[in-house]
């Protein structure tokens, strides 16, 4: 099947710290796709990447589609209280499948 | 900004009881899916939807399961006979191409009891 590892499980960093989480595939994916999910709410989009090796920025947010189209990571940078969430990267071909999520607690 | 919404937020139903969770995509969106997050864990594929049929469905997708789309606008997921262990969020997703991202609706809570 179509699993995504993501790591690490959950992240506590001081304010203003930079957040790196990735994701690794065994299987190849046309998009990789980052959302964040608030408690009770659904997972927004935050950053969307569709050619391997492409890296793209959302304000302080950097995410990076690999090379060989199987893994992808997101780069936090200055981190604030209102980063903290869970992020969940996602690998679409036909479906999207995600991975467990990244679970990040910001103390200020 | 277009939207997915989705009713109800929150059901309470007892166990061996039918639900049915309604979905209005984002208009012009052509696949649509389900998906289940069981309280603090991972978000789960169930089910994939375009034109019409079901594209590709998990192993969490049993018969007690069905989906529609029966008038072109809400997409539905049944749950014939409930179990303590459907107690999860629900969410809809749509996209408008294949492969492209997907927007998530707010989520029903469904609580079986």
């Known amino acids: 099947g179509q699993q995504l590892n993501q790591s690490p499980q959950s992240m506590f960093i001081q304010e203003g710290e930079d957040v790196s989480m990735n994701c690794t595939s065994s299987?190849?994916?046309?998009?990789w796709l980052w959302y964040k999910q608030d408690p009770g709410e659904g997972p927004v989009l935050l950053i969307a990447?569709?050619?391997?090796?492409e890296l793209t920025s959302n304000g302080r947010l950097t995410a990076q589609f690999g090379i060989t189209r199987k893994d992808s990571f997101l780069n936090i940078s200055a981190s604030i209280p209102s980063d903290v969430g869970i992020y969940f990267c996602?690998?679409?071909?036909?479906?999207?499948?995600f991975g467990a999520g990244t679970r990040l607690t910001v103390k200020p | 900004e277009p939207e997915v919404t989705q009713t109800p937020s929150h059901q309470v139903t007892q166990m061996g009881q039918e639900v049915i969770l309604r979905c209005v995509p984002i208009s012009n969106h052509l696949y649509f899916y389900w998906y289940r997050q069981i309280l603090g864990q991972k978000v789960e594929f169930l089910v994939s939807?375009?034109?019409?049929?079901?594209?590709?469905k998990s192993e969490i997708f049993d018969d007690q399961f069905s989906v529609e789309r029966p008038d072109g606008s809400n997409f539905t997921l049944k749950i014939r006979s409930t179990k303590l262990e459907d107690s999860a969020m629900y969410f809809c997703a749509t996209q408008g191409g294949r492969g492209t991202e997907a927007f998530f609706g707010q989520g029903t809570r469904l609580t079986v009891v």
């Open positions: 990447l569709y050619k391997a090796g």
């Open positions: 939807f375009y034109n019409n049929e079901i594209s590709e």
């Open positions: 996602a690998g679409a071909n036909n479906d999207m499948r």
């Open positions: 299987s190849i994916f046309n998009t």
